[in-house]
């Protein structure tokens, strides 16, 4: 099998949500994400960076839904990359001063994460990647991720003020 052009990339997210405006409220008022189209109190679409839309949401059949219980399938979690260590800690002091609990973070090597869930709960991953000269390998060069602690008090300090 042809492996995909090594420059596809995931280019959006798209969920339903239960509460339209409760979800804009924590991709765009916690996150930071802009509202770039709406349809009414049906679908938004949010991006950063001027970009038509990285996040979709949209009510047209989960409107007043609730989450799939555990142990079924669907989205585990959808990630969002920053270019650096202090954005990433900017993400941080925003979910921590909205409120939001972690549901966990971890330094798996390549990269630094924190987990949580947004108001419908669904998984979210806010994350930065390492240079890839950096990333840990074994003897033999193959990647080697790991799931270390991450010290969240350290990034916080990182985060610029409001």
Do not use: C
Not at 20 to 49: H, K, M, N, P
Not at 99 to 106: E, N, V
């Amino acid at each position: 099998m042809t492996p995909v052009h090594p420059q596809a990339r995931i280019g959006h997210v798209h969920l339903k949500v239960a509460d339209l405006e409760r979800a804009i409220g924590f991709y765009s008022g916690v996150l930071g994400f802009q509202v770039t189209q709406r349809y009414g109190d049906q679908a938004a679409f949010l991006a950063a960076g001027g970009y038509h839309h990285h996040i979709g949401l949209n009510t047209w059949e989960s409107r007043g839904g609730t989450p799939p219980p555990p142990g079924h399938s669907g989205l585990y979690h959808s990630a969002f990359l920053y270019p650096d260590r202090a954005s990433l800690a900017d993400a941080l002091r925003r979910v921590v001063d909205a409120g939001i609990p972690l549901d966990g973070a971890a330094d798996h090597g390549v990269s630094e994460a924190i987990y949580l869930r947004d108001p419908d709960g669904n998984g979210v991953e806010l994350y930065r990647d390492r240079a890839p000269a950096d990333w840990p390998r074994d003897p033999q060069g193959a990647l080697r991720m790991v799931n270390d602690r991450l010290d969240i008090a350290a990034l916080l300090a990182e985060a610029k003020p409001d």
